[in-house]
């Protein structure tokens, strides 16, 4: 996920997805584990934004953000509220109503798409970030 989250941030548009048809796909991650641990009144995860993530978007001018299992959109909600354009990618239904109940709260706008990141179009589904920008 580090890896991928990198390449998001740092790579043009045409490099990242070139970087990520040659990638060995990942297995399809358990949708009913990702609802029960999502919908889960005792859950652990961190609700705020990734640090590394913090840190690599300080200073930039927004741009388009792809959020690769984004979960219950910590990290999306933040470049959101940077004002950053976001599509967050999930497989779990309850992970994505999560972020986008959160994103609503806030008033942001939130792209969401329900599937698996294996069966998710990086080549033409969508533009991320392009740092030529």
């Known amino acids: 996920m580090t890896r991928r989250l990198l390449l998001a941030l740092l790579l043009p548009a045409a490099a990242l997805a070139q970087a990520l048809t040659q990638t060995q796909p990942l297995p399809a991650p358990d949708k009913e584990r990702w609802n029960?641990?999502?919908a889960s009144s005792d859950s652990n995860f961190n609700r705020k934004p990734n640090a590394f993530l913090v840190e690599a978007v300080k200073g930039r001018k927004?741009?388009?953000?792809?959020?690769?299992?984004m979960?219950?959109?910590r990290n999306s909600i933040f470049l959101a509220q940077q004002g950053w354009d976001v599509t967050g990618v999930d497989i779990s239904e309850e992970g994505v109503r999560i972020a986008k109940e959160n994103a609503a709260k806030l008033g942001l706008k939130l792209n969401t798409v329900?599937?698996?990141i294996t069966e998710f179009d990086f080549v033409h589904g969508y533009i991320v970030y392009d740092s030529k920008k």
């Open 114 to 116: 329900l599937q698996s």
């Open 71 to 73: 979960g219950q959109g």
């Open 62 to 69: 927004p741009g388009k953000a792809l959020d690769i299992g």
């Open 36 to 38: 029960k641990t999502f």
